[in-house]
């Protein structure tokens, strides 16, 4: 039985991952849940799931749950940074899925690849902020990173088992690859006006056709920044150039990405869009289980439809495929931004399409330096959630 700790319990990646606990209990036992306020659900978690541990980021919400969990569960309640690392960095942890949405992320991820865990990686920010360092680790300690994200995992899926075996240093040329696909719905706003965008509300934004996903993650579809950093993790995680990575609208969202080899061949996996496959898939691996998603139906698919990304439309998207070619410092500028940027909007604080006007503001004031620790990238981080709020006031 794999022991598992899920980072983001409360989430909605987390509470895929856990529905695919429920449907494999004999293979797969919770060490450790971990969320950061919502006091709540993971109560309801707790008493479900029966873990070892409990840990709360925030520590007023530690006090909460542990005065609210029954004494008899015995479950152990924690708080702080200290504990968290200990917890994914637990000689009886085996998978780590890293589900905790934004830079808050990084830290525990990176802790649990220095330990050599399972990696589940859904934490797309831990490859954006971080890249090389966090590559350089994972083969230093001999961690086994597999990509959630449906994009992806579609793409680790369509590689050569060689590429599998060699995440972060793949040799796409060498395998036949030419260009990586990666497909995304285009989000609510694909077919809305462009003068109509400035008006559009953080619920309208959140309203994906498609996928059922937290709100921070719902508005980074609508302006396809969602995108833009799947472009900048999958240039970490598969070694590849700006040549080789192409973006493609598919409103469907039935073909989550593709891999196009030099003989003319494209391999795409195919699915209903539900996390609980990828997840299923990253746990298994390389065996499958089964992960609660209905087959797909080809009979109900209908009609597969594909677009040119238009960057008038999406300009986050433009700024984050821009910031790739920049480097390091420039993607971990423009995610920081964002956070803060999204986060207005959702307070209605901004203009949904001031949410670009912010992240191009920031990347523009990027100056070229070398991050040669986690410590300069949380620096850098933190400075540019500074100046992306000062750039929130002049918009609001």
Same mark, same amino acid.
């Given at each position: 039985?794999?022991?598992?700790?899920?980072?983001?319990?409360?989430?909605?990646?987390?509470?895929?991952?856990?529905?695919?606990?429920?449907?494999? +209990?004999?293979?797969?036992?919770?060490?450790?849940?971990?969320?950061? &306020?919502?006091?709540?659900?993971?109560?309801? /978690?707790?008493?479900?799931?029966?873990?070892?541990?409990?840990?709360?980021?925030?520590?007023?919400?530690?006090?909460?749950?542990?005065?609210?969990?029954?004494?008899?569960?015995?479950?152990?309640?924690?708080?702080?940074?200290?504990?968290? /690392?200990?917890?994914?960095?637990?000689?009886?942890?085996?998978?780590?899925?890293?589900?905790?949405?934004?830079?808050?992320?990084?830290?525990?991820?990176?802790?649990?690849?220095?330990?050599?865990?399972?990696?589940?990686?859904?934490?797309?920010?831990? /490859?954006?902020?971080?890249?090389?360092?966090?590559?350089?680790?994972?083969?230093?300690?001999?961690?086994?990173?597999? +990509?959630?994200?449906?994009?992806?995992?579609?793409?680790?899926?369509?590689?050569?088992?060689?590429?599998?075996?060699?995440?972060?240093?793949?040799?796409?040329?060498?395998?036949? $690859?030419?260009?990586?696909?990666?497909?995304?719905?285009?989000?609510?706003?694909?077919?809305?006006?462009?003068?109509?965008?400035?008006?559009?509300?953080?619920?309208?934004?959140?309203?994906? +056709?498609?996928?059922?996903?937290?709100?921070?993650?719902?508005?980074?579809?609508?302006?396809?920044?969602?995108?833009?950093?799947?472009?900048?993790?999958?240039?970490? /995680?598969?070694?590849?150039?700006?040549?080789?990575?192409? $973006?493609?609208?598919?409103?469907?969202?039935?073909?989550?990405?593709?891999?196009?080899?030099?003989?003319?061949?494209?391999?795409?996996?195919?699915?209903?869009?539900?996390?609980?496959? +990828?997840?299923?898939?990253?746990?298994?691996?390389?065996?499958?289980?089964?992960?609660?998603?209905?087959?797909?139906?080809?009979?109900?698919?209908?009609?597969?439809?594909?677009?040119?990304?238009?960057?008038?439309?999406?300009?986050?998207?433009?700024?984050?495929?821009?910031?790739?070619?920049?480097?390091?410092?420039?993607?971990?500028?423009?995610?920081?931004?964002?956070?803060?940027?999204?986060?207005?909007?959702?307070?209605?604080?901004?203009?949904? &399409?001031?949410?670009?006007?912010?992240?191009?503001?920031?990347?523009?004031?990027?100056?070229?330096?070398?991050?040669?620790?986690?410590?300069?990238?949380?620096?850098?981080?933190?400075?540019?959630?500074?100046?992306?709020?000062?750039?929130?006031?002049?918009?609001?």
């Amino acid at each position: 039985m794999q022991k598992m700790v899920i980072l983001g319990a409360t989430g909605s990646i987390g509470s895929s991952t856990l529905s695919v606990i429920e449907s494999n +209990p004999q293979a797969y036992g919770i060490y450790a849940l971990v969320a950061n &306020t919502n006091v709540d659900k993971m109560v309801s /978690l707790c008493e479900a799931h029966r873990p070892q541990v409990a840990h709360m980021v925030d520590s007023k919400a530690a006090v909460s749950l542990k005065e609210r969990l029954p004494s008899e569960l015995g479950i152990e309640v924690t708080t702080g940074e200290d504990q968290l /690392l200990d917890i994914v960095s637990a000689a009886c942890v085996d998978t780590v899925m890293a589900a905790i949405v934004g830079a808050a992320g990084l830290v525990p991820t990176l802790a649990a690849v220095k330990a050599g865990k399972r990696v589940l990686l859904a934490n797309k920010e831990s /490859l954006v902020m971080s890249g090389r360092l966090f590559i350089e680790e994972m083969q230093r300690s001999g961690a086994k990173v597999l +990509p959630v994200d449906s994009e992806h995992n579609a793409i680790f899926q369509a590689l050569p088992e060689s590429m599998q075996d060699n995440i972060g240093y793949c040799e796409l040329e060498q395998a036949g $690859v030419s260009h990586i696909l990666l497909t995304g719905s285009g989000g609510p706003f694909l077919t809305s006006e462009l003068d109509s965008l400035a008006a559009m509300t953080p619920d309208q934004a959140c309203k994906h +056709p498609n996928w059922s996903m937290g709100r921070k993650i719902s508005v980074d579809s609508a302006t396809m920044m969602n995108k833009g950093l799947e472009y900048i993790e999958a240039r970490w /995680l598969f070694n590849a150039t700006d040549e080789q990575l192409k $973006v493609v609208i598919h409103p469907q969202s039935v073909i989550h990405s593709m891999v196009q080899y030099l003989d003319g061949s494209v391999l795409a996996q195919m699915g209903n869009p539900d996390m609980r496959t +990828p997840i299923a898939h990253c746990m298994a691996y390389p065996q499958r289980i089964h992960s609660g998603v209905e087959p797909l139906d080809f009979f109900k698919v209908g009609q597969l439809s594909f677009l040119e990304p238009d960057f008038n439309r999406f300009p986050c998207l433009a700024l984050a495929m821009e910031a790739c070619k920049q480097g390091q410092e420039a993607t971990t500028v423009v995610n920081a931004a964002n956070e803060i940027s999204v986060q207005a909007f959702l307070d209605n604080r901004i203009k949904f &399409t001031d949410i670009a006007r912010v992240n191009e503001a920031c990347l523009s004031q990027v100056a070229p330096q070398t991050l040669n620790s986690i410590e300069d990238i949380l620096t850098l981080d933190l400075q540019s959630r500074r100046y992306a709020a000062e750039w929130v006031k002049k918009f609001n």
